[in-house]
Each structure stands twice: as structure tokens, then as C-alpha cells.
Nanobody
Framework: QVQVVESGGGLVQPGGSLRLSCAAS????????TGWYRQAPGKQRQSVAV???????SYADSVKGRFTISRDNAKNTVYLQMNSLKPEDTAVYYC?????????WGQGTQVTVSS
């Protein structure tokens, strides 16, 4: 059984930074595609950033230049460094590991950007 647990969310002022972490326990292929997604109240879940096993990354236009995704394959852990946060970044952030025949989600961590 694979468990995915996010951490690092919280309340931050506009312009501030947060670093989210996501760890997967259990057997996860090092080839898994990992990503961060977010869902704001009343909105659909959207992709924020994804990273391949080889380290290739892609970002939503709204976070380019502000967020950085990284991963540690040995630890089955993925990170999201968020800088220059804006109120519109407020959402529940979810981590996902997926590959052929599987997709594992965490429970989410709340990020609130407010003064």
C-alpha cells in the first residue's frame, strides 16, 4: 500500500515563500511522473508543476518564474518551492505520483496567502 503525504503548507503574507514537501511510502517506481496540483474553493483542480524521472519540468503559466519543482528519487520525495506568493495562489495543494496503471494522491495541504 502506497501512502502519499504532503507537508509545508500554511499562512503566508503576499510576497512571501513556502516550501512544500511530498513523500511517498511504499513501492514507487523511480520512473513515476510526479506533480503538484491545486484546488481553490469553487474551482477545479489544476496542474501547477510536474517533473519527470529525468528531471524535465513544466509549469502552469501562472506560476512560471515563481515556483520550482524538484524531486529526490532515492527518497521518493518531491518538493515545491513557492516564492513571491500571491493571494490567488491560495488553495489546497496536492501531490501526485503516477505511472503505468497507477496514480497516487496525497490528502492535500492548505496554502493561504493573505495579509
Amino acid at each position: 500500500q502506497v501512502q502519499v503525504v504532503e507537508s509545508g503548507g500554511g499562512l503566508v503574507q503576499p510576497g512571501g515563500s513556502l516550501r512544500l514537501s511530498c513523500a511517498a511510502s511504499g513501492r514507487i517506481s523511480s520512473l513515476a511522473l510526479t506533480g503538484w496540483y491545486r484546488q481553490a474553493p469553487g474551482k477545479q483542480r489544476q496542474s501547477v508543476a510536474v517533473i519527470t524521472s529525468g528531471g524535465s519540468t513544466s509549469y502552469a503559466d501562472s506560476v512560471k518564474g515563481r515556483f520550482t519543482i524538484s524531486r529526490d528519487n532515492a527518497k521518493n520525495t518531491v518538493y515545491l518551492q513557492m516564492n513571491s506568493l500571491k493571494p490567488e495562489d491560495t488553495a489546497v495543494y496536492y501531490c501526485n505520483f503516477r505511472g503505468a496503471g497507477y496514480s497516487y494522491w496525497g490528502q492535500g495541504t492548505q496554502v493561504t496567502v493573505s495579509s
